[in-house]
């Protein structure tokens, strides 16, 4: 089957000529190696471009912190403060559906952080975000699929937050109650405290599968489609969910049913679980599996292939929080023109000259970015964590 022509699959839709979320300005302090920055974005692209290790993933890091409340690389938050700095701030003021917001977040020094909506303490999580999404595409995630599902569960985990912010809280409340669980089943706690426990594990846990299957449901059938957009590859990709240890058709239950269905088999694997104090079922030992044609790309697909297996996930996030919240997140691309083979690469770049979404890209080679960025494009030198405006490379003949 030939691949369906890009320009039919990603015409674009009126929405995309109101930009409901921009980034108008960006103030860094004290992150990594950032000691004083300040950066007016362009509304289309921007292109951070410097030598190895000068900063230009610390500036990318910095507003996907910002946008977030997650470190885009793992970390514990003290590393972003800048050697020898109390602590770290990143401010942004930002047009969202027409009105004007300045946020912001600080992290101390004892690894703890504040967030700020117009220069007041954010009250909660809900009200700083309301919004603003970003999506990410790092080198990292390029070897998502045929790493640990630790990765994978991340990068669906990424997606879900963007599409419903209350999920931030809703992982940590399940991360946290999971935490105490091991711990008892560490501490040979007796049945009755841990059966109190499984039952907030298995009503955060039902809420996690809901979030991720509505996600899926959603996400799956564009990525699928963008796969086979961006072409050279005739296998249809699959994204499925992956359930560990109860049976795939459990999954789709509704929510009170997935509750008592995880109760039941929190209850079922204790004997296991006190063994290996790690509680084996639920949403954190659950995987995405990705298939191309009927075989598990995890195992069997090229690296080109997986890497296109990627690109197509990420494209698929922009399109479908452009249909389903009525905006196009921020885009955030770090260094990956480098890691892509050509085609994919040009691809890559076509689709974000046409589908309008406010992009920051960093590259080692302005060359290999150049078809993203409009004449509106801004052009950024990144050297030793300072940023300065710069120019575009000289075109090619
Ligand atoms: N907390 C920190 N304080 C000061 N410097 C830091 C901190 N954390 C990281 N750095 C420095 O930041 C630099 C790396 O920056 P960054 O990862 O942004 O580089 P880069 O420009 O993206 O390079 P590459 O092209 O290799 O990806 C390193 O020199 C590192 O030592
Ligand atoms: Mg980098």
New binding site residues.
């Given amino acids: 089957m030939a691949a369906p022509d890009a320009d039919e699959h990603w015409a674009p839709p009126s929405a995309r000529s109101q930009p409901h979320l921009r980034l108008l300005a960006l103030a860094v302090r004290d992150f990594?190696?950032l000691e004083r920055v300040e950066v007016e974005p362009s509304p289309d692209a921007t292109v951070a471009a410097?030598?190895?290790?000068?900063?230009?993933?610390?500036?990318l890091?910095a507003l996907y912190y910002l946008a977030t409340l997650k470190p885009l690389r793992a970390a514990r938050l003290a590393?972003?403060?800048?050697?020898?700095?109390d602590q770290a701030r990143v401010e942004g003021r930002f047009l969202i559906r027409g009105a004007e917001r300045a946020i912001a977040v600080e992290v101390s020094s004892a690894g703890t952080r504040q967030a700020y909506v117009d220069g007041k303490r954010a009250e909660s999580l809900e009200d700083y975000f309301g919004g603003v999404s970003v999506v990410a595409f790092t080198p990292d995630d390029l070897a998502v699929v045929k790493g640990a599902p630790e990765g994978r569960r991340a990068l669906l985990d990424r997606a879900v937050f963007n599409r419903f912010p209350s999920f931030l809280k809703e992982s940590r409340d399940y991360s946290r109650a999971l935490k105490s669980r091991n711990r008892l089943l560490r501490d040979s706690a007796p049945d009755a405290y841990l059966s109190a426990y499984d039952e907030t594990l298995a009503r955060l846990g039902a809420r996690i599968w809901m979030r991720r299957r509505q996600l899926l449901c959603e996400l799956a059938p564009l990525a699928e489609k963008a796969f086979a957009a961006i072409g050279r590859i005739d296998s249809p990709a699959r994204y499925r969910y992956s359930l560990a240890r109860l049976h795939p058709e459990e999954h789709s239950l509704p929510e009170p049913q997935l509750c008592t269905r995880l109760g039941e088999a929190l209850r079922a694997r204790l004997p296991h679980d006190r063994d290996r104090a790690f509680t084996s079922v639920g949403p954190h030992a659950d995987d995405l599996a990705i298939e191309l044609g009927d075989q598990r790309a995890r195992a069997f697909a090229s690296q080109g292939q997986q890497r296109a297996l990627v690109l197509a996930w990420k494209i698929a996030e922009v399109e479908n929080l452009l249909s389903s919240l009525g905006y196009l997140p921020l885009l955030l691309l770090?260094?990956v023109s480098s890691e892509l083979d050509p085609d994919r690469n040009a691809f890559l770049m076509d689709y974000l000259a046409r589908c309008g979404a406010q992009c920051f890209l960093?590259t080692?080679e302005p060359a290999l970015v150049r078809r993203a960025a409009s004449p509106s494009a801004r052009w950024l030198s990144?050297r030793a964590?300072t940023v300065s405006p710069s120019h575009p490379p000289a075109s090619q003949p």
């Fill in positions: 990594r190696n410097g030598q190895n290790g000068q900063g230009k993933t610390n500036l890091e590393e972003l403060i800048r050697f020898g700095a770090d260094d960093t080692t990144v964590g």
